[in-house]
């Protein structure tokens, strides 16, 4: 899928390393890659951590815009939600997808990692 910023598919996952390989019966998340809409990845993560909203004024002067900008890779987002399908508490990435946001993206690609126990 074409989009304005580069986005890393194969982003360092090293939390979630173990749950690469499927066939692993012990590995503590199913992975799974989306497209979602910049706007619907913030509200996930704007629910579950409100503070982060104060990040929003200057984020022109974040290294993440400024990459975005110059076609830097980005890694890709990880939203984590635990074995009941509840987003967990901490949520990273923020700045990435609010750029996204504010960059018009459509659509961009976000890990989702579902524990399993």
């Given at each position: 899928m074409k989009t304005k910023i580069n986005w890393d598919l194969n982003t360092d996952l090293t939390e979630f390393e173990d749950s690469k390989d499927k066939t692993d019966a012990y590995r503590h998340h199913d992975m799974v890659l989306?497209?979602?809409?910049?706007?619907?990845?913030?509200?996930?993560?704007?629910?579950?951590?409100?503070?982060?909203?104060y990040k929003d004024q200057h984020l022109e002067e974040e290294d993440v815009w400024k990459g975005a900008h110059k076609g830097d890779w980005l890694p890709t987002i990880v939203l984590e939600y635990d074995k009941h399908g509840q987003i967990t508490p901490w949520q990273e990435g923020y700045r990435r997808s609010l750029t996204a946001l504010r960059m018009g993206e459509r659509v961009m690609p976000v890990w989702i990692a579902t524990k399993r126990f």
């Amino acid at each position: 899928m074409k989009t304005k910023i580069n986005w890393d598919l194969n982003t360092d996952l090293t939390e979630f390393e173990d749950s690469k390989d499927k066939t692993d019966a012990y590995r503590h998340h199913d992975m799974v890659l989306r497209w979602m809409k910049p706007a619907t990845v913030v509200a996930i993560q704007l629910t579950r951590q409100p503070d982060l909203k104060y990040k929003d004024q200057h984020l022109e002067e974040e290294d993440v815009w400024k990459g975005a900008h110059k076609g830097d890779w980005l890694p890709t987002i990880v939203l984590e939600y635990d074995k009941h399908g509840q987003i967990t508490p901490w949520q990273e990435g923020y700045r990435r997808s609010l750029t996204a946001l504010r960059m018009g993206e459509r659509v961009m690609p976000v890990w989702i990692a579902t524990k399993r126990f």
